[in-house]
């Protein structure tokens, strides 16, 4: 089933487009008019309307391929430039837009080659350009339901009806972090809510207030490393007691912390600000006493959802739903491979995974790697 890139190339089915910088966003459909540059505006229109308006593939276009890629964020964008450069017939299976989560960043400071940043829209029109420019497919919006064994091969179903047939699969469909409930929190999430606190995002607030919203540890070590760099860290946690979900040492940190407040018993009711976020209104949940704080960010960390409901107990599975890969994973015993041997899982939804973009682009490609030891064994 392995070509040569010249036979990917050839195998292109007819009036499939050369690879060309997109005319419109290819990342996100949801918005009630959209107005596309070269035609009439569209109402309402469903992301298979607007993908194929914008000239995205929406179907596969063929049965058969050496490597079907499930997720188009990081991870599988990784994972599609790599196996189509390497001469795999490849298809990606996207089911809303390319980008994943990281489409949501407006920049990405800390991904190699973009010192001065790139947004996750960017990165993501880039690498698909790249994929396309290697002959991988797309097929955007569609939704992997289920994968099945046949024979030597995987069938991967997708959400219309119709599936798909290769030896290789790569699960990358990633996480969604839980996002609060709270109105106008859409809009801020593209200007002053984070999911993550590196030393790019801790540059973005320095000399500002912040809020960081969670009990768990990974709230317990941005509100540490923030405090160096902002004037004020407020957390909120929903627990009544610090301990409850964080490590003893990170309370003790927090708590020797000089310009940091803990609320105890809390949950994030409101957000202020026109263009950037000014203040929080969190509520005690036992009294109902409301209170406003001031924050420039607010960095939520409440927990993510991987994204493996629809692989309905195929996969070995971490206690949180995350994928297991590599050795101890029975019988796998090659790094990233799945407990099923050619099913390999990328980024955000494997196990243990480090959450980045970088991390998860590199998997992906190392992905690739793996898949042809397990296909070509030396
Ligand atoms: C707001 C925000 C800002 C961030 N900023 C940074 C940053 O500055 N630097 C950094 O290193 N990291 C950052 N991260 C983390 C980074 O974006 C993630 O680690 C990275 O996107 C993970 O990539 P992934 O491909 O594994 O998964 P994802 O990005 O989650 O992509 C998974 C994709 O799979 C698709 N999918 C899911 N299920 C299916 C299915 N059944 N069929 C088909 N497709 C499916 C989803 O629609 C999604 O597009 C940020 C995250 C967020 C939320």
Redesign the pocket.
């Known amino acids: 089933m392995m070509e040569g890139p010249s036979q990917v190339a050839s195998a292109m089915p007819p009036g499939m487009k050369a690879p060309q910088a997109p005319k419109a966003s290819r990342r996100s459909f949801s918005c009630v008019t959209a107005a596309i540059s070269d035609g009439d505006p569209m109402i309402t229109p469903s992301h298979a309307e607007v993908a194929a308006k914008v000239g995205l593939a929406t179907s596969p276009g063929r049965e058969f391929y050496d490597l079907v890629v499930?997720?188009?964020?990081?991870?599988?964008?990784?994972a599609a430039v790599y196996g189509a450069s390497e001469g795999l017939r490849t298809i990606l299976?996207?089911?809303?837009?390319?980008?994943?989560?990281?489409?949501?960043?407006s920049?990405?400071?800390?991904?190699l080659g973009f010192p001065s940043?790139i947004s996750?829209a960017e990165l993501a029109d880039r690498a698909m350009f790249q994929a396309e420019k290697f002959g991988a497919r797309f097929a955007v919006?569609?939704?992997?339901?289920a994968i099945e064994r046949d024979d030597d091969h995987y069938r991967v179903h997708?959400?219309d009806g119709t599936s798909l047939t290769s030896a290789s699969v790569v699960i990358?469909?990633?996480?969604?972090?839980r996002r609060l409930d709270v109105p106008r929190s859409d809009y801020f999430?593209k200007v002053s809510?984070?999911?993550?606190a590196?030393q790019?995002?801790a540059l973005q607030c320095a000399g500002d207030p912040v809020a960081v919203v969670g009990g768990g540890n990974s709230a317990g070590q941005a509100a540490v490393f923030l405090s160096r760099h902002a004037t004020q860290v407020t957390l909120l946690v929903r627990e009544r007691d610090l301990g409850e979900n964080m490590s003893r040492y990170l309370v003790d940190r927090v708590r020797r912390l000089p310009n940091a407040d803990v609320m105890l018993g809390a949950e994030v009711r409101e957000l202020h600000g026109g263009e950037a976020l000014e203040a929080v209104t969190a509520q005690d949940t036992q009294t109902g006493e409301r209170r406003v704080v001031s924050a420039r960010a607010m960095f939520v960390f409440i927990g993510a959802m991987p994204?493996t409901g629809?692989l309905n107990g195929l996969v070995e599975l971490d206690d949180r739903g995350f994928i297991r890969t590599g050795p101890g994973t029975s019988p796998a015993p090659l790094l990233l491979e799945t407990s099923c041997p050619g099913i390999f899982a990328?980024?955000?939804?494997?196990s243990g995974?480090?959450?980045?973009?970088?991390?998860?682009?590199g998997?992906?490609a190392l992905a690739i790697r793996l898949v042809f030891e397990r296909t070509r064994p030396a």
């Open positions: 499930i997720g188009g964020g990081p991870a599988g964008l990784g299976v996207e089911k809303y837009a390319t980008g994943g989560q990281a489409g949501q960043s920049r990405i400071e800390n991904y940043g996750g919006p569609a939704e992997a339901t997708l959400a990358a469909t990633g996480a969604r972090y999430e809510i984070y999911y993550a590196s790019a995002e994204c629809w990328a980024g955000d939804v494997r995974s480090a959450k980045r973009v970088a991390t998860a682009v998997e992906g």
